[in-house]
């Protein structure tokens, strides 16, 4: 019984060792990603070690790889490092990769021999791997590796202003992920437009000196040559990125990506001179091969309406150099500065400008005319010589117009920049000779006078109000209606009097007295005049804080005229005169008192 | 008749600041006339020009100037005059009509931007009055405002009082219609600097320096609002919202 239990133990432990075992134990592996190469092709050789016993200070020998290989480039050593738990105790694993890219450069059979490292006390190698190095037999041309950048021209040789095509495509192998233009060339030597450039990679397969690879346009470009002799078009740049040698996995178990950078070899074109002689004199520089149209809206038109006139010009050549052309039209027709159009096309691979010079034309005087032919003058590439071209010459026929002073048609507006400008008549004239040309500017708010002016029916709204108020108030107020006029109506009862003095009626006169002091100073306390007696003056006096000056000549002149009315009192006219002026003066005291 | 009775006033009003024609300027406005019927724009370019800087803001004057600009194939300056002479006259068929010729010949589309009708209505008034016709206009409603305050205050008959009320309701009311117009009209002239593109093409960059990006193109002729200034620099704006900085001296404002 308790035997075959340890028998069964004893299996398990006889299976279970070993992986223990493997677990524990150190390697070191090279490996080849391919054994038989072409010459000049590239291969990538990855050496790993790893083990519990790697350390940081582990290094081994590389083997000298000449002359059948040199090395190209070089990534890692990297270094991972894994936790193991295996029965319960916890172990450490480190590896270190490197990878190498290694050229070939000779043909032959050659041997990487095995590397040795000594690890955990014990010697370790790597297997030796063979590799065949095969010349190719054909003088083809092959790309040199891969990937390749290939820049191509249409021609090696040109001449000055005349348009080369260069175009850029990618040569490779294995698939090329996010590729990127890295650097745009050097193209000082030359005038360039923009032909084509990919949107996507749409590769196609090629096989040229044995090797089969794809490729795949990226972009091309016009290029005319701007001087005479040598002119480079410099390398493109681009990077791609490939999965790394090294560096497996990544943190998510994708792939980590290293990026790569590829130039092309620059090209040089030989440019030539052009011809000095045989050149035409109103050559202005363009070469290439083009043709001129010259086309007109309608060959009748009536004076002072317009006409719209295109000259055309086509060609594959630097469109820059087509200037305006000189229009030699008759003295009556009026011209406005034209339109330029340009647009440019791809046809059979090259570039092709189409220039459109739009003028509007006024003729002024009826008759039949003639457009002489236009002429332009270029250097033909291909004839290696200058040409000349010209449009055919057209007739115009003017009949007569409207006169300057009938009504234009009702078609102005703004011109559309896409259709025909369409124009009825031509400006209104100017104004005309004056006697004199007054001043229209200065804004009247700046002018101090018109905006004071405003401030007037303010001022007299207040002035209003503050009268309007018054009013009320004498009107409301009794009291102070009587306060104000008091000394009016005193002096009219005086002047009154003093008309009775002639009378010789004295009752009169000392009455009309009485009446002026009385009413007098009941207006001006605002008191009954009909009770008004001495007492009630006194005490209003005394509430009134009236000083004695004052009240007391009053009250002896309206002692005086009782005591002349009711008693002794002469029909004496200075008597009378006196207590008038009393009287006066009286009043006057108490005015003083307001 | 109207125009030279309301011309009067402002004579009369804006007597501070009145420059008086004075009879070089006038003489140089007719030598150009006579240069023009000659067909000899350069001199009568000349001749205008200098009626201008006496000082002088006159229609007739900007619009000749703007043909005899036209005449010589100068696109901005003759819109640019013609811009001043409609701000002075904004009535004038004339004016408006060469105006409008001028500006078909632009090269560039110039953005139309749609406009609501309050904003239309309010273009169309300021387009066909002057500054000055629109404040007499809202101080007639101010003293009729006070007019009537004055008689409310004054007189007590109700039939004093309903004309009162009247023309309290009727002040008030004109310069409440007035006002939008006016300062409408004085945000465009006064405190909207708008100018006039001069070359043939000029590039608009995204700030002030020629190492800035160039955003788009500008015409010559086509009217520009500008809304800052720095060092050589303007920042100016097109209907539609595109803003950008060209080199100052590329446009003139009007």
């Not at chain 1, 804080?545 to 002692?559: A, T």
């Not at chain 2, 703007?66 to 409609?86: C, E, H, T």
């Not at chain 2, 309701?169 to 006064?190: D, H, N, Q, T, Y």
Request: net charge neutral.
């Amino acid at each position: 019984m308790h035997a075959k239990a340890y028998i069964v133990a004893g299996l398990l432990l006889a299976l279970l060792l070993p992986g223990a075992l493997y677990a524990q134990t150190n390697r070191f592996t090279a490996e080849i990603d391919r054994t038989r190469l072409y010459l000049g092709e590239r291969a990538v050789l990855t050496i790993t070690l790893s083990g519990p016993d790697v350390n940081s200070k582990s290094s081994w020998d590389l083997p000298d790889f000449k002359p059948a290989f040199s090395i190209v480039s070089q990534s890692g050593p990297s270094r991972q490092t894994n936790m193991q738990y295996a029965n319960g105790k916890m172990t450490s694993q480190t590896s270190i990769t490197t990878a190498y890219e290694l050229q070939s450069r000779k043909e032959g059979t050659f041997t990487i021999p095995s590397m040795q490292i000594v690890l955990g006390g014990r010697p370790i190698r790597t297997n030796p791997i063979q590799m065949a190095i095969l010349k190719v037999d054909t003088d083809e041309w092959r790309p040199p590796y891969l990937p390749y950048l290939q820049a191509r021209v249409d021609k090696q040789e040109v001449y000055v202003g005349e348009q080369i095509v260069a175009s850029w495509y990618v040569l490779f192998q294995r698939g090329l992920n996010h590729l990127q233009f890295q650097s745009l060339p050097v193209l000082t030597d030359f005038t360039t437009a923009d032909m084509d450039t990919a949107r996507r990679l749409m590769p196609v397969e090629r096989e040229q000196g044995g090797i089969k690879y794809r490729e795949g346009f990226l972009a091309s470009m016009a290029l005319f040559p701007v001087r005479s002799g040598k002119a480079v078009i410099d390398s493109l740049m681009i990077s791609y990125s490939v999965p790394s040698e090294t560096k497996k996995r990544g943190l998510f178990g994708d792939a980590f990506q290293e990026q790569k950078i590829v130039k092309s070899d620059p090209l040089t074109i030989n440019v030539l001179p052009l011809p000095a002689q045989g050149r035409p004199a109103d050559f202005t520089g363009a070469v290439g091969t083009f043709e001129v149209f010259t086309k007109l809206d309608s060959r009748e038109v009536k004076a002072h309406d317009s006409l719209n006139l295109q000259v055309i010009v086509r060609g594959f050549g630097n469109m820059d150099y087509i200037q305006e052309p000189n229009l030699p039209f008759p003295e009556s027709f009026e011209i406005y500065p034209p339109e330029v159009e340009e647009a440019s096309q791809i046809k059979a691979g090259r570039l092709e400008g189409v220039k459109a010079f739009k003028y509007i034309i006024v003729p002024r005087e009826d008759g039949v005319f003639s457009l002489p032919p236009l002429s332009f003058s270029f250097f033909d590439p291909e004839l290696d010589k200058y040409r000349t071209i010209s449009s055919k010459r057209q007739m115009i026929k003017v009949i007569p117009g409207r006169k300057r002073d009938e009504p234009p048609i009702a078609r102005i507006g703004p011109a559309s920049k896409e259709e025909v400008t369409i124009l009825a008549e031509d400006l209104r004239y100017i104004k005309p000779d004056a006697d004199d040309i007054p001043d229209q500017s200065g804004r009247l708010f700046e002018s101090w006078a018109f905006m004071g002016l405003h401030g007037l029916p303010l001022a007299l709204l207040i002035g209003a109000v503050g009268w309007k108020r018054r009013l009320e108030k004498l009107e409301q107020d009794v009291g102070y209606a009587r306060f104000k006029r008091a000394f009016k109506v005193g002096k009219t009862h005086l002047d009154r009097a003093a008309k009775k003095i002639n009378k010789d009626d004295p009752a009169a006169f000392y009455s009309e007295l009485q009446q002026g002091l009385s009413h007098y100073f009941a207006d001006r306390f605002n008191l009954a005049q009909a009770g008004l007696t001495r007492e009630i003056i006194e005490k209003t006096a005394r509430e009134c804080d009236i000083q004695e000056d004052y009240i007391s000549p009053f009250l002896e002149c309206l002692d005086g005229c009782d005591m002349a009315r009711f008693g002794a009192g002469t029909g004496d006219r200075a008597a009378m005169e006196r207590t008038l002026e009393q009287a006066r003066h009286a009043i006057q005291q108490l005015e003083r008192s307001r | 008749m109207a125009g030279r009775i309301i011309g009067l006033i402002i004579i009369l009003l804006g007597l501070p600041l009145m420059v008086s024609a004075t009879s070089s300027a006038t003489a140089l406005y007719n030598k150009g006339n006579s240069l023009y019927a000659e067909d000899s724009f350069d001199g009568a370019i000349t001749a205008y020009q200098e009626a201008r800087a006496t000082g002088l803001d006159n229609a007739a004057l900007e619009y000749n100037l703007g043909n005899a600009y036209l005449k010589n194939d100068q696109l901005a300056g003759a819109i640019l005059a013609y811009a001043r002479a409609q701000r002075l006259s904004p009535r004038d068929p004339d004016i408006k009509f060469n105006l409008d010729f001028a500006k078909s010949r632009i090269r560039g589309e110039v953005p139309q931007v749609p406009k609501s009708l309050p904003a239309k209505i309010l273009d169309t008034v300021a387009e066909q009055t002057t500054l000055n016709e629109l404040s007499l206009l809202m101080s007639l409603g101010w003293f009729v405002l006070f007019a009537g305050l004055f008689m409310r205050v004054l007189f007590r008959s109700s039939g004093a009082r309903n004309i009162a009320a009247t023309a309290i309701f009727v002040g008030i009311m004109i310069m409440v219609l007035v006002l939008p117009f006016v300062s409408s009209k004085a945000k465009r002239e006064v405190f909207t600097e708008t100018a006039v593109i001069m070359e043939q093409t000029v590039d608009a960059h995204s700030g002030p320096g020629e190492n800035n990006a160039k955003l788009f193109v500008l015409y010559e002729g086509m009217q520009v609002i500008i809304t800052g200034r720095e060092a050589e620099w303007s920042e100016v704006s097109i209907p539609g919202g595109l803003t950008g900085w060209i080199p100052r001296k590329r446009a003139e404002s009007i």
